[in-house]
């Protein structure tokens, strides 16, 4: 599968549709009526905190996930455009009441509340509340009765499914209360909470993005539950969304969906953030090499690389690395470099380049830009304890010209997995 950076399905093709189409989300999110050219909207509350199934971009406030795509296909199956109404976990009750959404999407579980409000879908997801934990501790966290000690400090997302869970089944652990459902898995892997029990399908997505961190028998979750589309009580659209959702089902499309998403590097995780640095650094190396090229210099300074091997050692345990491993990554770093390097000086031979015309500065430019990003460089290796997979780390902008070199600075991430 490519990665993509991919929006929701419903989202307009055109630079008009995309801004008609934010317009609309920001009209629905200050709760103001609908305008003439609304008419004819799907309006889908999302939390957007909640990957795999429903994520907001917060830099481009655009909404990705399964179900983001789903609720743009059960948009065009209606024979109408789709509109986000932001929602959060701890309001979605209250939204629901007011009319805001025609229809809430984004791993929704069916509790017994909500069914007294509202109408679900035909199920689409079987699931179930179980552990996640630091992958060194998880023997400690294995059954209620482990969970259930003042000593033990769970994280948990206010308003949803999982502190009614938490304070029902695990009434004498210590919570920690986190708002934020995207970064809440940090506050583990930080050590200032010890576990968060969540849904099974969460637990597998968190401990891919996050190496350090591992699921609880996800397959045998304490609790089984369910998770579908949420309508108004009475709404006349419940036929036709159980009618498209049961084809959905049917053909597979909603679980390759899911599956799509599940394997979707998302940015919050720490081993996509250190392939961006990564990126980052592999991106100076056109102008490293037309600077060498108009100096005639030689592309290995092996007394520079040595500098660069002995200070990261150094720095490293003050992070929790092992000063080999810190050592092996940046070497890869550099070889990747003079990978980049060799290629287009190759290139620039058989070609008959000449000097360029401009070049950037490599004492007064670009070297304090790659000494600025070591110390990100090893804080990112710090945070990405294992072996991840590789679609972990996402596409590379280095790619366009050196996939080799990309693959060389991997793979002290990957270990050969895929």
């Not at 506050?187 to 909470?193: D, K, L, P, V, W």
């Not at 998770?227 to 959702?245: E, F, I, N, T």
Request: glycine share 8%.
């Amino acid at each position: 599968m490519t990665n993509r950076k991919r929006q929701g399905t419903g989202a307009p093709d055109r630079a008009v549709g995309r801004l008609a189409g934010l317009a609309l989300v920001l009209l629905l999110a200050g709760g103001v009526t609908l305008p003439a050219w609304a008419v004819g909207v799907l309006r889908v509350g999302t939390t957007g905190d909640y990957p795999p199934f429903s994520y907001r971009d917060p830099a481009s406030g655009q909404y990705q996930g399964s179900d983001i795509d789903q609720a743009g296909r059960l948009a065009t199956a209606l024979g109408r455009r789709v509109a986000f109404v932001p929602t959060t976990w701890k309001s979605l009750l209250a939204d629901q009441a007011a009319g805001r959404f025609d229809i809430a999407m984004g791993g929704i579980s069916i509790l017994a509340d909500r069914q007294a409000q509202g109408a679900f879908s035909l199920p689409y997801l079987q699931d179930g509340k179980t552990p996640i934990a630091r992958c060194g501790e998880v023997d400690r966290y294995q059954t209620v009765e482990q969970l259930n000690r003042p000593q033990v400090r769970l994280v948990v997302n206010p308003g949803g499914s999982n502190e009614r869970y938490v304070r029902a089944l695990l009434p004498a652990a210590t919570l920690v209360m986190h708002p934020d459902n995207i970064t809440i898995f940090d506050e583990i892997t930080a050590g200032r909470a010890d576990v968060m029990v969540t849904d099974a399908i969460e637990t597998r997505l968190q401990q891919q993005l996050r190496p350090g961190l591992c699921a609880i028998h996800p397959d045998k979750p304490f609790e089984r539950s369910q998770k579908a589309y949420w309508l108004a009580p009475g709404s006349p659209l419940k036929r036709d969304v159980d009618h498209w959702l049961r084809r959905s089902l049917a053909s597979g499309q909603a679980a390759a969906t899911l599956e799509q998403w599940l394997v979707y590097p998302w940015p919050e995780g720490p081993a996509r953030k250190l392939a961006l640095l990564v990126d980052e650094r592999l991106s100076l190396m056109p102008d490293v090499a037309r600077y060498k090229w108009n100096q005639q210099a030689a592309i290995e300074d092996l007394p520079r690389e040595r500098a660069l091997i002995e200070s990261v050692r150094g720095l490293a345990a003050a992070r929790g690395l092992s000063p080999d491993r810190a050592a092996a990554f940046f070497e890869a770093q550099i070889e990747a470099s003079k990978v980049i390097q060799r290629e287009l000086f190759a290139q620039w031979q058989a070609a008959g380049q000449g000097r360029f015309e401009t070049v950037v500065d490599l004492a007064t430019q670009i070297r304090p830009r790659l000494d600025a990003l070591n110390p990100s460089l090893l804080e990112g290796l710090a945070a990405v304890p294992g072996p991840v997979a590789r679609v972990q780390l996402g596409e590379f902008k280095a790619s366009a010209f050196s996939p080799s070199a990309v693959q060389t600075a991997v793979a002290p991430l990957t270990d050969g997995q895929r």
